[in-house]
């Protein structure tokens, strides 16, 4: 039987504020565990949360970024279960108010544009971490507290292809929006994902399982395609699958049953009365919205409009944000309309010099007017597009200007008739057959001709002029 | 809504109170007297009252996001039963 897969996936995003989600504890990675942790983190008794004004400024911004309604009665809730990193027993999270709902991520499936729904962008708190030794569990609260949003997508996703590519954009628009640092192996973003098969065609959802511990994007879809075919294998042998959390094993790919002994979750939510309730007007999400930056799917499409680029080089180019600025700055500088030439410089030679490098293209620091100079050498044929690469290679490594670099090798391509009949009555009278090939209608003799051309003149001959100088001479003949 | 045993037992585990079978008798009696007690409210029309999740007609406190000094990890773990280096230590979790 066809399976259709269905996926929805819950992100885990740490906000970067200075501070954490509900006290003045500083947030920086570098400490000593417990070292960033006061009375109302770690839980004690009468200690009062308030909640970090820029946090919620953050949150909104990643709300309205994923077209979602912000909501203007929103609320903390408890939730409540025990566990040894969370020092209040309860975390303090969303119900039944949740900051925003009702957003969406385009995503690319297939070639073809698809629509993944939000359910809903939350605010939480993270929980502390856990060191596993042999004896006992040690726990640090340093991380305890640190705001986080939940953004939980709808069951839209039908691969694990696809959930790469939601997590993917995911990513590019927490970064444009600059408000955490999206690394999966540090933990700054974390993924749960929900998956089921059900017979095509069928519209009842099967029965889910909800996987964890996956440290990369890859992971995901890994353990997703690997969760894909267990399930399928279970279906067609007519055993029932059991609803279930299992967690990715990243050295032998593959999902293991968590085995929870406890029956479904109860953690009796409830408005959490030490903060009051939240309402957010019109005028502060107007303020807020004004404040986004232009994001990656619409800059794409401008880019693609302004500067005639196909969709999939200005999908390169604003896949992230400084990158994306450095690219327009170039083609803007770049003299007259057509920017194609700009466009595959950026895509092709300067971005296998980042990759190269491990720099990204805006950390090249590649002046643009020497980037421009450079191109124009090209364009009046003045120097051959091979040698112009190893010339940005030589600028990147020393900074200096193009024309000096070709100056100082000699690389100038020669477009002086007069210089290159020299040559080319040289190369005529060595390579007799060649010439007669060619007399006899061998195209490849010309080519041939042409290269022994560029070898006498170190590669500087101008080879469209040489291949009409030859033509030329051998009708002639 | 009555409160049987069962679902005292299942109250206690959800917050890890262990009841020996007396307290167990007392305190669904004592429950159910509790929750009846309050279930008197349920008869107040309430068609007309907007929800309330504050008793306090406040909203929106906020602070700005200004780091200020946190607990030395000597204080934070003085009153820990058990703490190994800067570290709170816990019975072993299994994960």
Redesign the interface.
């Given at each position: 039987m066809k399976y259709q897969t269905v996926i929805g996936l819950e992100v885990h995003l740490q906000l970067k504020?200075?501070?954490k989600a509900f006290c003045?504890?500083?947030i920086d990675f570098g400490r000593?565990?417990?070292?960033?942790?006061?009375?109302v983190c770690?839980g004690f008794p009468g200690s009062l949360p308030?909640?970090?004004?820029?946090?919620?400024n953050y949150a909104i911004k990643v709300a309205l970024a994923l077209g979602c309604q912000v909501q203007e009665h929103t609320?903390f809730d408890r939730k409540?279960y025990?566990?040894?990193d969370l020092p209040k027993n309860y975390q303090i999270s969303q119900y039944d108010?949740p900051l925003s709902r009702y957003g969406f991520l385009d995503i690319t499936a297939d070639g073809k544009p698809k629509r993944i729904g939000i359910t809903r962008v939350h605010l939480e708190e993270d929980a502390g971490k856990?060191?596993?030794?042999?004896?006992?569990?040690?726990?640090?609260?340093n991380r305890a507290g640190i705001p986080l949003l939940e953004i939980v997508s709808e069951p839209d996703l039908n691969s694990a292809q696809e959930a790469f590519d939601y997590l993917t954009r995911l990513k590019t628009i927490i970064e444009y929006l600059d408000v955490s640092d999206c690394d999966m192996e540090k933990g700054s973003l974390r993924c749960d994902a929900n998956i089921s098969l059900r017979p095509e065609g069928i519209k009842e959802l099967g029965v889910k399982t909800e996987l964890k511990n996956m440290n990369s994007f890859k992971g995901v879809k890994d353990a997703l395609n690997f969760e894909a075919g267990r399930q399928a294998e279970l279906l067609e042998s007519g055993r029932a699958m059991e609803q279930d959390t299992r967690l990715w094993d990243a050295q032998k790919n593959i999902t293991v049953s968590m085995r929870t002994k406890e029956g479904a979750k109860?953690y009796?939510y409830f408005?959490d009365?030490d903060?009051?309730?939240?309402?957010i007007g019109q005028e502060m999400i107007s303020g807020i919205k004004d404040s986004l930056p232009e994001l990656p799917g619409l800059k794409l499409r401008r880019f693609v409009e302004e500067y005639s680029l196909s969709e999939y080089d200005a999908g390169i180019l604003v896949s992230y944000k400084k990158d994306a600025e450095f690219a327009e700055e170039c083609l803007k500088q770049y003299p007259g309309k057509d920017k194609k030439n700009m466009a595959n410089w950026l895509i092709g030679p300067l971005l296998s010099e980042a990759n190269t490098r491990n720099l990204s293209l805006h950390q090249l620091g590649v002046n643009i007017d020497e980037l421009t100079s450079l191109i124009g050498f090209v364009q009046r044929q003045e120097l051959s597009h091979l040698n112009a690469k190893s010339v940005l290679t030589q600028m990147l490594d020393s900074g200096r200007s193009a024309q000096e670099i070709i100056k100082e090798r000699n690389l100038l391509q020669i477009s002086d008739t007069a210089e290159l009949e020299q040559v080319i009555i040289a190369v005529i009278r060595e390579n007799e057959k060649s010439v007669n090939d060619l007399k006899n209608g061998k195209a490849n003799a010309l080519m041939f001709l042409v290269g022994q051309v560029m070898k006498k003149s170190s590669g500087k001959a101008n080879p469209k002029i040489v291949q009409e100088l030859i033509k030329r001479r051998i009708d002639n003949a | 809504m009555a409160i049987d045993k069962e679902t005292v037992k299942y109250v206690a585990h959800?917050a890890?109170i262990e009841l020996q079978p007396d307290e167990l008798e007392k305190l669904s009696g004592q429950l159910h007297d509790i929750l009846g007690f309050i279930d008197k409210l349920s008869r107040l029309d309430t068609s007309r009252v907007n929800p309330s999740?504050?008793?306090?007609p406040?909203?929106?406190?906020?602070?700005?996001?200004?780091?200020?000094d946190?607990?030395?990890?000597d204080k934070?773990?003085e009153n820990a039963p058990?703490k190994?280096?800067?570290?709170?230590?816990?019975?072993?979790?299994l994960?």
């Open positions: 504020t200075k501070t003045g504890c500083a000593e565990p417990n070292s960033s942790v006061c009375p770690l308030v909640y970090n004004k820029e946090a919620l609320k409540n025990f566990y040894p108010l856990l060191i596993h030794e042999t004896e006992a569990s040690l726990v640090d609260f109860d009796r408005p009365p903060l009051t309730v939240f309402i | 959800l890890r999740s504050h008793i306090l406040i909203s929106n406190v906020l602070r700005e996001d200004k780091p200020r946190s607990l030395s990890p934070a773990l058990v190994k280096g800067n570290f709170f230590s816990v019975p072993k979790i994960e």
